[in-house]
């Protein structure tokens, strides 16, 4: 991902307070700094022990010198009420939250371990369940929210791949949860959207260089960070209430997923 080079914040946004969460690396920074620079205070998380929140820092911090990073276990429902808790005292109240946490594995069924379903459905399912939880509260008493989650290409749909029968299984409740939750507090004036991402090959990559790496898809090319920022930023708009319990797949029109 390159540096930024012009910190012009978005005018026309309201600059609400966003968290994102697992944004040390790949697309949860590349959306972490898009919305910094659209004016937004930002906050994000990252793994407890994993990759370090340094550089995503840097990036974010060049149109927002106040941005934080806390380490969180979102698997946690306490953590989870602690991490909003700590993320408002300091930012603000929390208008916009985007969920990009989710541990993917690849493994044919047959050889996975009662150990991999616990990751793969808490870290996807379990985690989106206890920030949505947080976060809801404070988001109703104030009548606004943007929530956004991520789910797997085609989970929308639960089209089955190789592979994926855990992954696949967890970002098909991960939909089925968000667009429940989209019915259930939209007279709050909260809209809850998710987000697919597609053929992404290097979630550091930005919009040029994806252009250049070729890809069995219909654009001919892989897809970038800025392509799925965009899609957040218009899913988090103010103006966007009405967008509400949406998938929005930034796939360039292809929606198999791995195989």
Do not use: Q
């Amino acid at each position: 991902m390159s540096s930024p080079t012009t910190p012009a914040p978005d005018a026309g946004r309201t600059a609400r307070a966003a968290l994102i969460t697992g944004a040390a690396a790949g697309l949860g920074r590349g959306i972490a700094v898009a919305l910094a620079r659209a004016g937004h205070p930002v906050a994000f998380t990252c793994r407890p022990g994993g990759t370090p929140p340094d550089r995503t820092l840097e990036l974010v911090r060049a149109y927002d010198p106040g941005a934080v990073a806390l380490a969180a276990d979102l698997t946690d429902p306490g953590a989870a009420a602690a991490l909003v808790r700590d993320v408002e005292a300091v930012r603000g109240p929390l208008g916009v939250v985007v969920h990009a946490v989710g541990p993917m594995t690849i493994r044919r069924f047959e050889r996975c371990a009662p150990d991999d379903y616990r990751a793969v459905v808490e870290g996807n399912l379990g985690s989106a369940v206890a920030l949505a939880a947080a976060v809801l509260p404070g988001m109703r008493a104030r009548r606004f929210g943007r929530l956004v989650f991520f789910g797997m290409n085609g989970s929308s749909v639960t089209r089955p791949a190789r592979g994926l029968a855990l992954y696949g299984a967890a970002k098909a409740a991960v939909v089925t949860f968000a667009r429940a939750l989209a019915l259930e507090e939209a007279e709050h004036g909260i809209s809850v959207n998710v987000i697919e991402p597609g053929d992404i090959r290097d979630k550091d990559a930005d919009r040029g260089a994806a252009r250049a790496i070729p890809a069995k898809n219909p654009t001919g090319h892989a897809g970038s960070w800025e392509d799925v920022a965009a899609a957040v930023l218009f899913a988090t708009a103010e103006e966007n209430g009405f967008l509400n319990g949406m998938v929005l797949g930034v796939n360039g029109g292809l929606t198999r997923p791995h195989e």
